[in-house]
Structures are given as structure tokens and as C-alpha cells.
């Protein structure tokens, strides 16, 4: 079927128009990227770039124990790691958190439920999945955080509720 000079140049007349919007649409994605958006994380390194590493501060070292900020909460490492072999071959956490050398450091017992294997018995000694401490134990650095935190844990949103009340 044959279209008509007056349909076909209707038909052209779309083209121009929509290869420019895609040409608007390019641009202006290139210029998005290469913007620069200043936060705390990525300071003003541009989108596009990848910033430099900020330097290692150093690690929380103290003997005070933290806060836990919700139930089940693994506790936080309050000093340094740093040197401290955790392997197969061995494990530093348990010279002083093992239960045998609780008295002698002064150090916390490492939670009764390092000591279950995956069926909920009890062993000997601490579970093998239970062994790396650090997959749920973490040291703390003394890094101001890049973005205020305005988490509130349970207890702080109970006593806002009902302030002075009995829970």
C-alpha cells in the first residue's frame, strides 16, 4: 500500500524530533554523571570517580563494655585486634574469653551458646561454626561517623511512650 506525499511526510516529521530528544536525553545523563554530590561518605568526589581511600584510624582500646543496642546483639570488641591469629590453627579471643581464663583476665565468658553445635547440644568446647569471632564481633574505630546516627533502641522508645509508667 502506497502512502500519499502528504502521509509519508507526516510520517518523516516524528523522526527529527524524537532523535533530538534522544540527543537531549544523552547529554543530559553524561552531565548527571560527572555531578558532584558533597556528603559525607564520598566527600566531593564526582559520581562518575572513584575517591581516594580515606586513612585507617585507630581501633577503640579500652576495657569498658558497650551498650547493646537491641536484643541479640552480638557485643562489640571494645579493644584492638590487631595481631590476633584466627584460624584454623588457633584463636587469640579464647586466651582470655575461653571459660577456664575468665578469672585469671577478668574478661567476659564467651556466651553459653558458642558452645552448641548446629542440633543444639551442648560440647565440650566452643562449636566450630562458632570459632571465628569476628564474623559477628567487631572491633570499634575511633571514626567520627560520616552521617548522624538517630537509631533509639528499645528501652529509650518504651520510656517515650509512656514516661514515668509502669511496662
Known sequence: MRRSHREGAKHMSGKPVLLALAILLAAASTSLVAQTVNS???GATPLDQEGPAPPLL???NSAEREVRAYPEQPPVIPHTTEGYQIDLNG???LSCHARARTGESQAPMVSITHFMDRDGQFLASVSPRRFFCTECHVPQSTAKPPVVNE???IDSLLNHASPGGKR
Request: net charge positive; with cysteine; charged share 40%.
Open 40 to 42: 559525607g561518605l564520598r
Open 58 to 60: 585507630p581501633l577503640r
Open 91 to 93: 584463636n587469640k579471643c
Open 151 to 153: 537509631f533509639r533502641d
